[in-house]
């Protein structure tokens, strides 16, 4: 099976510019997590769609960053306006509804923010 | 608040040693715990555990739960150059899968 899509692979911007960052879970896959994973430390989750709704956005800083699963298929994650401290990475990952805790991994984009 | 804690931060090994990475963790809800490899991409998942003292394992790599001390261990023996990466720890805390990762172990084995 294919797996997770995501584009860009690498993004420079300078900060207070806009990004987008598009994923594409594996087919049948209803849930959808976005990351963020900062050099040095472990992936954390920033929002969680369950089809086309949201489960958990707790941790998404709403006043900069917004996502969207219109569809419940693929997903954009956009940051308006950047800050140097959102250079990371950013993961998308998939789950299928019968595999209760494996996720599945796209390859990130790399964002810097200079 | 949640907390994975992984242990060593980073560790260099000769090839042909074993390691032993170590995850304690405190969560309200615990659903399982699991293990990715993280080399220069996505994590790949390792394996995934719920019940305490079941050693699961996947050739040189084996992993165990202790569920009343809150932690586990991922052994990796007879090391290879290809085992180099940064071993991810993560645990499940409700129902849709939302995981609390630690900071990661970076493993580096030497020729």
């Known amino acids: 099976e294919a797996g997770v899509a995501q584009s860009p692979r690498y993004k420079i911007i300078e900060k207070r510019q806009s990004v987008a960052f598009w994923c594409n879970p594996i087919s049948g896959h209803a849930t959808l997590y976005w990351y963020q994973q900062i050099l040095g430390q472990g992936p954390k989750l920033l929002i969680q769609?369950?089809?086309?709704?949201?489960?958990?956005d707790s941790q998404l800083p709403k006043d900069r960053f917004s996502a969207e699963r219109l569809k419940g298929v693929d997903s954009t994650l956009k940051i308006q306006p950047a800050k140097l401290e959102d250079s990371a990475v950013y993961l998308c990952a998939s789950r299928a509804p019968e595999r209760a805790g494996e996720q599945f991994f796209g390859p990130g984009t790399r964002l810097t923010v200079l | 608040e949640d907390k994975v804690v992984q242990s060593p931060l980073s560790l260099v090994v000769h090839e042909g040693d074993t390691v032993t990475l170590n995850c304690s963790y405190e969560?309200?809800?615990?659903?399982?715990l699991l293990w990715y490899k993280q080399e220069k991409k996505a994590p790949t998942f390792l394996f995934m555990l719920t019940s305490s003292g079941i050693e699961k394992k996947s050739g040189r790599l084996s992993s165990i739960l202790d569920k009343k001390e809150l932690f586990s261990i991922l052994n990796i023996t007879a090391t290879q150059t290809g085992d180099s990466a940064v071993y991810l720890c993560a645990v499940a805390t409700d129902s849709w899968g939302k995981f609390q990762f630690g900071a990661g172990t970076q493993v580096v084995v030497t020729p």
């Open positions: 969560v309200t809800n615990f659903r399982s």
């Open positions: 769609f369950q089809n086309n709704g949201v489960v958990d």
